[in-house]
């Protein structure tokens, strides 16, 4: 639990290190431009184009989408919840609250991330084929929506806050030697949180695109079926 003195305070201090997060990576991002290396990267600038490959590999797998648009899109939303993420290891006792063990943030995400997906779907396709897309051939699409909200914003508060709480309790309990073998396991389930919730937002994103191609290619694979059942059915009825 935290401090009584401090629980009155806590929207404040997440929206604080909320913003020094995002602060931190614009810095981050401003001092990896400079000076950088042609041929064979080093040093801080082959860690940003690693994020960078891996990210813009992502955003190449949905296919004829805008890369330059998907890439940095999903970006933000891995760096900001790594970063939120990684404020738990701090040594710092207000500096330490990561704002994803809070569900204002990561519903906050969530709904962020599942609009922008719409906004990107529209971009694609236009207006129209995106709005279709939730409530055609089935009303119950809009389900679907409100369901990849929970299901993200659900996961990361789950994961992030639960090691956080069991962090604060285990330095209560212990202030020597086991928070640091909680912080290791902290430090893992920072890292994947980030990646699942960035791959969960690329891959509700990719069904957004690709939807109609999905339902061509499903009525494709019925109609090929059938026509392997009514020849099958014919050479059957030939050997009789």
Known sequence: MLPVGVQH???????????????????????????????????????SEAIVEWLVGQARKMGDCRVNLVAPYLGTFF????????????????????????????????????FGNI?????????????????WPNPIQLISEVSDVLSLSLRLFGNIGGEFMVSLLVA????????????????IAAVLQALVFTLLTSNFLASGLHHEEKKKKRRGEEVEQREEEACAATVAVEAA
Do not use: D
Not at 120 to 135: C, E, F, M, N, R
Not at 172 to 187: E, Q, T
């Open 9 to 47: 305070a806590v929207p404040y201090i997440v929206i604080i290190n909320f913003a020094l997060v995002a602060a931190g990576l614009m810095v981050f991002g401003m001092i990896a431009g400079r000076n950088l290396q042609e041929g064979a990267p080093q040093g801080l600038q082959n860690f």
């Open 79 to 114: 760096m900001l919840i790594i970063m939120s993420n990684l404020l738990a290891m701090l040594p710092i006792p207000l500096l330490r609250i990561p704002p994803t063990s809070f569900y204002s943030v990561t519903l906050g995400l969530a709904l962020t991330a599942v």
């Open 119 to 135: 906004v990107i779907s529209t971009i694609h396709k236009g207006i129209l084929p995106a709005l279709k897309h939730l409530v």
């Open 172 to 187: 209560r309990a212990a202030p020597v030697g086991i928070p640091l073998i909680v912080h290791a396991l902290g430090l």
